[in-house]
């Protein structure tokens, strides 16, 4: 059986078709297509079903997968052994982060993961995004209510969000009691791509749910807390992107009974299960994993 049409057919599965797995590997879709047949004739059993959109894994094609998956990682491994015997620890890390959190909080973090490890490609993804994870992220950071069981999740600690308004909006408008008053005040607040924005609110174990109609909307949550001290609004926002001001008395928060949540109560860092990890996202890993840990002490 053919080494080279094995580790295709992983590639054509995880790319979901043909022409997808093509593009990646840089080859023709012919190409592809002639090693598939090469590996089904070899094998004697189809061992894909193929639509018009995707392909997926008879039994045999999704055993056979397995094996190639393993012997396509222990390749990337062999590599990366004689890369690193040569030179310092290299590699590229792919990581997602949500646009609030990794901008005031994670980029000090990844800075600083820069500076102890100069040989390492650090490529950083700044946003909002409710799907998995992609071809060009090794990591994400996710604010989710329970993470998703087709990846390996890692928690990096709880979010809490705060209602809030500078004290200049508190002296014209006051500040709303009620979830009522909340939702019909100007909010100041985020969204995430492929998200209806609704609000979550905790008490004494029972759960409300309003809709949210924000007046000021963006992923960049240092612009949101200059609204928020401009006195646009009432902000909805994580309680790190206003701790430094609402401790100095600039920004007061309110409905502090709840427990509010957006988009989730819980961060994760994940990462897929079935791909070879190399050292440095390893690395990458461990160092965030201790600096959330050290974050939350």
């Avoid at 070899?42 to 008879?58: D, S, W």
């Avoid at 999740?153 to 014209?172: I, T, W």
């Avoid at 988009?263 to 440095?280: I, K, P, V």
Wanted: charged share 20%.
């Amino acid at each position: 059986m053919d080494l080279a049409s094995l580790t295709m057919l992983v590639e054509i599965i995880d790319s979901g078709n043909l022409s997808q797995a093509a593009r990646k590997l840089k080859v023709t879709r012919a190409n592809v297509s002639y090693h598939l047949a090469q590996l089904e004739k070899a094998a004697g059993v189809q061992l894909l079903h193929r639509t018009t959109r995707r392909v997926e894994p008879t039994e045999v094609g999704a055993r056979l997968y397995q094996h190639g998956l393993s012997i396509r990682n222990e390749m990337r491994a062999a590599q990366e052994t004689i890369a690193n015997l040569s030179q310092g620890l290299v590699g590229r890390v792919g990581i997602s982060v949500p646009s609030g959190y990794g901008q005031l909080v994670m980029s000090h973090w990844l800075i600083e993961f820069k500076r102890l490890y100069p040989g390492i490609v650090l490529d950083v993804l700044f946003e909002n995004r409710a799907d998995n994870l992609r071809d060009d992220v090794d990591i994400a950071i996710r604010v989710l209510p329970e993470p998703p069981p087709s990846l390996v999740a890692r928690p990096l600690g709880d979010v809490h969000y705060v209602a809030c308004a500078s004290r200049e909006y508190v002296r014209e408008h006051g500040l709303p009691g009620t979830l009522q008053a909340l939702r019909d005040s100007p909010l100041i607040t985020s969204s995430v791509m492929g998200k209806h924005l609704r609000l979550s609110a905790y008490r004494d174990g029972e759960r409300h749910e309003i809709m949210l109609e924000p007046t000021l909307i963006s992923e960049h949550f240092p612009f949101l807390r200059q609204g928020i001290l401009a006195g646009l609004g009432v902000g909805l926002v994580p309680d790190y992107v206003v701790r430094d001001q609402l401790a100095a008395g600039e920004i007061l928060s309110t409905l502090d009974e709840y427990r509010l949540s957006i988009f989730g109560t819980h961060m994760y860092l994940l990462y897929l299960s079935n791909r070879h990890q190399t050292r440095a996202v390893r690395t990458c890993i461990a160092f965030l994993l201790e600096k959330a840990g050290a974050a939350g002490a």
